[in-house]
């Protein structure tokens, strides 16, 4: 089942519509031209995480496309509106964790054609299987170059490159490569060959031990000028893993770092963190340090609001 809520400033709650009924203007630019943004967050047990964070960042999305967001106020009520209109007629089964999880997708286009008033929406749907089972098993991954060197976000700020844009036929086309390969899923590179992030994840490494042997608890990730969308669940780790003492670090990073790494994750607001496996066929860490630091970190993640 999916939920969908308009913001409407005649329905100060938001405005529920038929997710299996027309709802949207063929003319209306999000269709047209992929011309908007959105945000992804999940509600667990009916409380949207990390709220203020997407936000904030749809905010900063919106800023870069010179597009107008309704308020925040009215995202929050209609957030509300969705997630008890989701849990009242599609109850949801609980989770490894025993929790109960909502997806909440937060959609802004630019609306119709000549109308010059934006769209915006609250989407509420179930979260699949398949996502539990990649936290659990792990994902095998392949590098694919993303065709633009790591200096170009800051040169030709029209690419959009840290907007999360609806502008994402190319991050799937990525991941179905990927399938037809045997993976999982995708880490970019930059044309000048650093690591950048997933189609629809954070990259996030681990070292537990120096060079010299050295124990340690470093956790890196790739530097956010590289034209990377800042990550709200990695961020939301980096704080709390802080506080539990692990020195944390930003990139640059290289294909090589990954594969000297102790573990690697794929780290999202929906699938959370995902442990990589393999990446282009090698072994990354060994499962049980892998299984450990994954259980660690989830444990750190879960207290993260």
Known sequence: ???????????????????DAPVLLATDQGVTRG???????????????????HLDRLATSARTMSLDLPADDAWLRAIATAVATFETASPQQPDEHGNTNVILKLIVTRGPEGANSPTAWVQASPVPALLAEQRAKGLDVILLDRGYDSTVAARAPWLLLGAKTLSYAVNMAALRHAHEQGADDVIFTSSDGHVLEGPTSSVLLAHIKDDDGTPVKRLITPNLDSGILPGTTQGALFAAARD?????????????????ADAVWLISSIRLLAPVTTIDGAEIGTAGVRAALTAELAALLAQTH
């Open 244 to 260: 539990a003492g692990w020195e944390l670090g930003y990139g640059p990073l290289l294909p090589a770092d990954l594969l000297d």
């Open 1 to 19: 089942m999916t939920v969908l809520v308009f913001i409407d400033p005649a329905r100060p709650d938001g405005r529920i519509a038929d997710a």
């Open 35 to 53: 011309d908007g943004i959105f945000e992804s967050l999940l509600a667990v047990n009916g409380a949207p995480r990390k709220v203020q964070a």
